[in-house]
């Protein structure tokens, strides 16, 4: 596997990349190569591979959020990569209508840790802060409309779909019977009511996850987005894609299960049958890559394929 001296990379850095190794093993950057990576956020996994490739001409990083893309006008300033303010799905229809191709696509889903450790942009359970947890600042919907506005069953819905909570139920009635909350601390509160007792994390998670979850319509983006991620992939390209939670790895696997497999008509090969997860060394320096799940995939080369079956004798 490519090794780089990952710890001392990651100490001055806002966002440490997650399985940055593993990333490097599976997308096998190569100079030339021209890269999408649709979850920029503070270029952490974007500077190891242009570094790589040195193609900047060409490849594409995306973020819905404007502050990781302020950071990376600077953090790529003199070098000619497009950045894209875009929710990924956007960015994706938009770069294939216009027939772009890429070597090497890569999307490490969720939120960055600057979502979560700035109080004021509302991820965190911990930290009082405004209920917000958009990660594009522009939209409209916010954590506050969702928490006061919805009703009890669309609540208990996201709740049940977004947070696969089992108190879904009760933690709606609680939500809809303390309003107006305008607090993530004040949230956590009323949720923690459902959930007496001590437990190892915090009882809120899963309902700070579904809220999120909703505001950002996740699952919805990612859903419609890999089968365009698939499509602008050049033959022999490679995807990486990096999960934090089971609802998002379903997905992933779903589409990447559909187009390769073993079958002939296959257009993908899976360069993962299980989940690739953090290792002990990493999760020492970076605890978030606890959750972190990757799952890779290549683009057959049909022409090749052509060959080779034409040689063997089997079509
Ligand atoms: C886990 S961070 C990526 C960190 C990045 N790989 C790095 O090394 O710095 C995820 C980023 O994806 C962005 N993001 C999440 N969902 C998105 C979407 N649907 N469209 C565009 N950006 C999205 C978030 O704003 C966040 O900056």
Not at 30 to 49: E, F, N, P, Q, R
Not at 129 to 154: F, I, W
Not at 241 to 253: A, G, Q, T
């Amino acid at each position: 596997m490519q090794k780089i001296k990952t710890r001392k990379m990651h100490q001055d850095q806002k966002h440490k990349p997650v399985l940055i190794d593993e990333t490097l093993h599976y997308l096998n950057p190569k100079k030339g190569d021209k890269y999408l990576d649709l979850t920029a956020g503070y270029g952490g996994h974007a500077k190891v591979i242009l570094d790589i490739t040195g193609q900047y001409k060409g490849s594409c990083l995306v973020d819905r959020d404007p502050s990781a893309i302020t950071f990376l006008d600077e953090k790529f300033k003199n070098k000619d990569v497009r950045l894209i303010n875009k929710d990924f799905l956007s960015a994706s229809e938009e770069l294939y209508e216009s027939g772009h191709q890429f070597d090497l696509i890569m999307a490490d889903l969720g939120v960055s840790s600057p979502h979560l450790n700035e109080p004021n942009r509302g991820f965190s359970i911990e930290n009082e802060g405004p209920l917000d947890m958009r990660m594009d600042t522009n939209q409209t919907l916010t954590a506050r409309k969702v928490v006061n506005n919805y009703s009890e069953k669309q609540l208990a819905k996201i709740l049940k779909d977004y947070g696969e909570e089992p108190k879904y139920v009760k933690i709606a009635h609680l939500i809809v019977s303390n309003r107006p909350i305008n607090t993530t601390t004040e949230l956590a509160k009323i949720v923690s009511k459902a959930w007496p007792g001590h437990s190892r994390t915090h009882p809120a998670t899963r309902t700070f996850q579904a809220i999120r979850i909703a505001v950002n319509d996740e699952l919805g983006l990612i859903k419609k987005s890999i089968p365009l991620w698939l499509k602008m992939l050049s033959p022999e390209g490679r995807i990486v894609i990096i999960s934090f939670h089971s609802l998002e790895d379903r997905l992933v696997k779903r589409a990447l299960r559909e187009v390769g497999g073993n079958r002939l008509d296959s257009e993908f090969t899976e360069l993962t049958n299980k989940p690739i997860l953090a290792t002990k060394d990493e999760l020492v320096f970076n605890p978030r890559a606890r959750s972190a799940k990757l799952r890779a995939a290549a683009k057959i080369n049909n022409k090749k394929k052509g060959e080779y079956d034409a040689n063997t004798g089997k079509k």
